[in-house]
């Protein structure tokens, strides 16, 4: 649970490593192996793992970035970025790296694990969202469990990983490119199907861009997918949305009220205002910055939340004002 204050710069980031490969994978993503920068084994990891990087010399200038390679840990990390030309600068500096160049790292850590009792997977990837399930993938493969892997890029040239893809997965690997029309994209409720299927029940998992995540979680839901199996990751808070406005906010019991800006989340207008609001993820996972409506209508952005739970709450991170104003018990 993160409040505002932040823990020591060396106890978030006891691992310094070293960059040991750069190369392309795309036109838009760069590969990049490191090793223990002071010679020693680097701490294992699952499929679905992440790693947090220091990508300037604030200790708060970090992006999370998956770990690929969880079926060889032959000490060393793998990862992929994504170059984000409007981003803040970090992927562009991850992209610069040089073999040799030193960074500082957290230890890993899975929030999207894979779950624990056999099953069968449908692992759902679009553009950088490989990353987590090619390291699903591998492991799958390895214990030859079953799965299958369904991959969507905007063109061939855009996926990366996917000669692997195609030769490691066999037929359990399908690929899906559009060329810009959603119309010949993942025929999603055909690659979802039914939960419990050829007589064994199955978890989906995706990592993607949010647009194609929700669309996977709407279509399992649809296809009565309990909540539980239905798995997925995203990094960094949502940018935006076309039409989204300012808003006004009242605290009732701190006697505060807020403005709230259209590009600003009602957590971080709490923050500048000097309030020291719980939350933790900042992706709207958690839930646990969720706070009480008690007047006016919210716009629900999260994924922690049941329906009958927004009909009196919502999560500030990333949830928003339908109406002119609200009134929240904090």
């Known amino acids: 649970m993160t409040h505002t204050q932040h823990s020591p710069p060396d106890a978030r980031w006891p691992l310094e490593l070293e960059v040991v490969a750069s190369e392309p994978l795309t036109n838009a993503i760069r590969g990049l192996t490191f090793k223990s920068a002071g010679g020693g084994a680097l701490p294992g990891f699952t499929a679905g ?155 989906l998992y995706v990592c993607g861009p949010r647009p194609l995540i929700d669309a996977v979680i709407a279509t399992a839901r649809a296809l009565h997918w309990p909540a539980d199996h239905v798995h997925f990751e995203l990094f960094g808070a949502p940018s935006a949305a076309p039409g989204d406005r300012a808003c006004r906010v009242e605290l009732r019991r701190s006697g505060r009220t807020l403005d709230v800006g259209p590009q600003q989340s009602i957590l971080d207008a709490m923050i500048d205002a000097g309030l020291d609001p719980l939350f933790d993820c900042r992706r709207g996972e958690c839930g646990v910055c969720a706070l009480r409506v008690l007047e006016g209508t919210p716009e629900h952005r999260d994924y922690a939340l049941g329906d009958e739970e927004r009909e009196q709450q919502m999560c500030i991170c990333v949830s928003r004002a339908r109406s002119e104003s609200l009134v929240l018990d904090a």
């Open 49 to 203: 793992a992440h790693i947090r990087i220091q990508t300037a010399a604030s200790p708060d200038d970090e992006r999370s970035y998956s770990l690929i390679n969880s079926a060889n840990q032959s000490g060393h990390y793998e990862i992929a970025v994504k170059l984000e030309p409007n981003g803040r600068g970090g992927s562009r500096r991850m992209h610069a790296l040089q073999p040799g160049e030193r960074l500082r790292a957290s230890l890993p850590k899975n929030d999207f694990p894979l779950h624990g009792v056999p099953h069968e997977a449908v692992l759902i990837a679009g553009g950088i969202g490989i990353t987590p399930i090619l390291s699903m993938a591998r492991t799958l493969a390895a214990s030859g469990a079953r799965f299958q892997l369904h991959y969507a890029c905007r063109t061939p040239g855009d996926a990366a990983f996917r000669e692997e893809v195609a030769q490691s997965c066999g037929a359990h690997a399908h690929l899906y490119f559009d060329h810009g029309d959603p119309s010949r994209g993942m025929p999603l409720a055909q690659v979802i199907g039914g939960y419990y299927a050829s007589g064994a029940k199955r978890h």
